[in-house]
């Protein structure tokens, strides 16, 4: 199993900038992706950004060229960094890591606000 344990949300206005950091233990071997996903009231849970062991990336339309997911292999997190943030960006956002032979892991949510 891997446990994730998420930082970093809280309340920002419009234009500003927050970085989330997820941090993984337990058997992070089994790790081969890493992602954030973001639910907003009422909506489906969406993947945001996600980075592979060898770190390739991809996102979702509506963040590229504000967000940028990165890692720290020594420190077994991974960052979001989200610049620009705009009110539609309100959401819980989840970190999720995909595990070879183990179902997913998903930390508990931390919630970003974007509002003046």
């Known amino acids: 199993q891997v446990q994730l344990v998420e930082s970093g949300g809280g309340l920002v206005q419009p234009g500003g900038s927050l970085r989330l950091s997820c941090a993984a233990s337990g058997s992070i071997f089994a790790i081969f992706r890493m992602g954030w996903y973001r639910q907003a009231p009422g909506k489906q849970r969406d993947l945001v950004a996600d980075?592979?062991?060898?770190?390739?990336?991809s996102y979702a339309d509506s963040v590229k060229g504000r967000f940028t997911i990165s890692r720290d292999n020594a420190k077994n997190t991974v960052y979001l960094q989200m610049n620009s943030l705009k009110s539609e960006d309100t959401a819980v956002y989840y970190c999720?890591?995909?595990?070879?032979?183990?179902?997913?892991?998903w930390g508990q949510g931390t919630q970003v606000t974007v509002s003046s």
């Open positions: 999720r890591a995909n595990l070879r032979g183990q179902p997913d892991s």
């Open positions: 980075i592979t062991n060898d770190g390739r990336t």
